[in-house]
């Protein structure tokens, strides 16, 4: 890494500077093989996505348990599924915005940092909740949290993979939100059987046990380091440089030879922040296929799954006599689903292509979800049949809907990375998981065959739609560097 001398005073150790850098960390990051240094960064920063499919599982299965009398709370499960979801999500929508202009400004490390403390703090508040109100305000606040882990963790993990994996680990790392799902919803097996449990007592202890496994999680993530990539950019060049150096020595030993020479190097004008209003210009004037893609791809996947599969245990319960306490075992069955779609179809996005894997799966999906709905609207499907449909719908849809945030990830400017992820996440989720909850807990709940196809044909019509926007307009971004998909702000 070479540097020209600013004009400025020498910064204190640890201070930023700026100045113009040459620097090879992205071709150096690039070319690293699979290490135990890379499983560290998966671990340490993919699993809360397990804390959250934790959690609104465990939200949705409760939510029978939790309206009933004797619960603790004087609340409806139309409330819950509908009105509580709809804060949740809306907590996450503001969360991702605040938290990602502080991510692209502060860095990631700190910010995903504070993101989980946020997250533990109010899901353990939820269980403490001995009045509506509260309940409904740190539902808010947990979705505050998780927002601002979505711009934080996906653009850490981007910038840390290297390119020839990066698409199969973004999409088994999001993907995991389905091995929380499955935990939920049998941990709910157990917390509402009121043998075991008090009809008070169990849904509290469904979300404290939350908390201990995000406690966990945080002791592994302090060992995560700040990314390299932002480093460089915002004047801590020599800090980034010495990160790598490190790291290249580790895997060296690890794997018992030299790595081979980076290919290629880019020179960078260093900047402290990058204010909102470039960003807003490179996003949309810039890049504005980019930017309809990446909102009809959020969109889409929020109104199936923040809209839709909310409700699968009402469902359940309204349509086909499942009891409360047996709603978990159907929903781990789709939840299965939901990560085997991204585990066994990841490696193709590297391979095949993100043109036609995300365009394909959005549309599978979406044409698998309107035979559903045709299914369920004849009364040819059971409770068993329903789930298996599902299983099969959703196992192309997660695979699309984790593609979502992996495309946003790595098509805009590093400058701008976690701030374009929490806009379009904001904006996608407030369309598709703010309103889609608040319509489809009552059409869901109304016992009336048709409320409910038309739910599912809503959802089914806005993914194919994305997957049709993805044919033309998604990025071939496989087995590139970050810098060549989207040239830095900063570059000279």
């Known amino acids: 890494m070479t540097a020209e001398p600013s004009p400025a005073s020498v910064p204190a150790p640890g201070a930023a500077s700026t100045g113009t ?10 070319r690293l093989p699979w290490s135990r240094w890379h499983w560290m960064i998966v671990i340490g920063l993919g699993t809360v996505w397990i804390l959250d499919g934790l959690e609104v599982t465990i939200v949705g299965n409760v939510a029978g348990r939790i309206a009933e009398e004797g619960s603790g709370l004087d609340i409806s499960a139309a409330q819950i599924t509908g009105l509580a979801a709809a804060l949740y999500v809306a907590g996450a929508c503001v969360g991702a915005l605040f938290f990602g202009w502080l991510t692209d400004r502060f860095g990631r490390r700190k910010l995903f940092m504070a993101t989980l403390v946020v997250y533990l703090a109010a899901t353990a508040l939820t269980a403490l909740s001995f009045e509506s109100w509260w309940f409904f305000l740190f539902r808010f606040l947990t979705g505050f949290g998780i927002g601002g882990e979505y711009a934080a963790i996906n653009s850490a993990i981007d910038e840390l993979i290297p390119s020839r994996f990066r698409g199969r680990v973004d999409l088994i790392i999001n993907g995991s939100y389905w091995l929380g799902a499955i935990g939920g919803s049998l941990l709910s097996i157990v917390m509402l059987n009121t043998d075991i449990f008090p009809k008070d007592l169990g849904w509290r202890l469904s979300f404290a046990l939350g908390v201990v496994l995000g406690l966990v999680i945080l002791l592994v993530r302090r060992h995560v380091p700040e990314s390299p990539r932002w480093q460089f950019i915002h004047g801590y060049g020599d800090e980034a440089d010495k990160l790598v150096t490190s790291v290249e020595r580790e895997i060296e030993q690890e794997k018992g030879h030299k790595l081979p ?40 996947q929020a109104f199936l799954y923040n809209a839709i599969t909310f409700g699968f245990g009402t469902i359940l319960i309204t349509f086909f006599d499942v009891p409360t306490g047996r709603t978990g075992y159907y929903f781990a069955v789709i939840a299965a689903g939901n990560f085997l779609g991204p585990l066994l179809l990841g490696k193709l996005f ?21 035979g559903t709905a045709w299914l369920f609207s004849r009364g040819s499907l059971d409770a068993n049949t329903m789930t298996a449909c599902w299983c099969v719908v959703l196992f192309f849809a997660s695979a699309g809907a984790s593609s979502a945030y992996l495309t946003v990830s790595e098509i805009f400017p590093m400058e701008t990375r976690a701030m374009a992820i929490a806009f379009f996440y904001a904006l996608g989720t407030a369309a598709g998981g703010i309103s889609g909850p608040l319509l489809f807990a009552d059409l869901t709940e109304s016992g009336v065959v048709g409320d409910t196809v038309l739910a599912f044909q809503v959802g089914a019509g806005l993914m194919c739609a994305a997957g049709l926007v993805a044919a033309f307009l998604a990025v071939k971004a496989e087995r590139r560097s970050l810098e060549d998909i989207a040239q830095p702000l900063s570059a000279a």
């Open 21 to 30: 850098i040459t620097t090879a960390v992205p071709a150096r990051l690039d």
């Open 261 to 300: 020479e980076p290919a290629g190097e880019i020179t960078i004008h260093q900047r402290k922040s990058i204010g909102f209003g470039l960003i807003a210009k490179t996003v949309f004037r810039r890049y504005p296929r980019r930017a309809i893609l990446s909102l009809s791809l959020f969109i889409g």
């Open 350 to 370: 590297d391979t095949v292509g993100r043109r036609i894997m995300i365009s394909s799966t959005y549309l599978l999906s979406g044409l698998l979800l309107f």
